[in-house]
């Protein structure tokens, strides 16, 4: 995240406290004070909306635990441009894990049953997605990488149910 200034320019790194770029180092004590924040990344993207910064309140400002403001912003970045797996669906599967072990211990037909289930559904599901990925132009190289294979494993696992 960035400090935007009142004329709507980012803040520059505040020398005083050894070139910092963190927002709330922009409170007006050593540098000029930050009227806004926004989603920023290393890759060189910003986000489009400023949001008000609420002095005091770091979860107000960034929206880390709502899940808005410029926290979201940078989240649908990463998540779009690097593929990294949003929050709420590594709960799900967290979630799901701890419940399967769970059942391991006091039901363990029914875990069995569940862990099957899954091993049915992930393979579909996998077709479905890499067929997504395809028609959106992704590469097999960027397929792969997001898969934890090369490329040439994710086209021979797929390229069969693919049409491109």
Do not use: N
Request: a negative charge.
């Amino acid at each position: 995240m960035v400090a935007v200034l009142a004329d709507g320019g980012e803040a520059a790194p505040v020398e005083a406290l050894g070139g910092s770029t963190a927002w709330w180092d922009s409170d007006g004590t050593v540098s000029e004070r930050a009227a806004g924040v926004k989603g920023a990344c290393g890759c060189g993207w910003r986000a489009s909306g400023t949001h008000p910064v609420v002095w005091g309140d770091v979860q107000a400002t960034e929206g880390e635990d709502a899940r808005t403001g410029p926290f979201a912003d940078w989240e649908y970045h990463v998540t779009t441009v690097e593929g990294l797996v949003p929050r709420d669906v590594e709960q799900m599967l967290a979630a799901l894990q701890d419940r399967i072990t769970e059942l391991a211990r006091t039901q363990p037909l029914t875990a069995l049953r569940a862990v099957a289930r899954l091993q049915d559904t992930a393979p579909a599901v996998a077709v479905g997605v890499v067929r997504a990925a395809r028609e959106a132009m992704v590469t097999w190289e960027a397929v792969g990488a997001a898969l934890g294979c090369t490329r040439q494993a994710a086209h021979e696992r797929f390229a069969h149910h693919i049409t491109d």
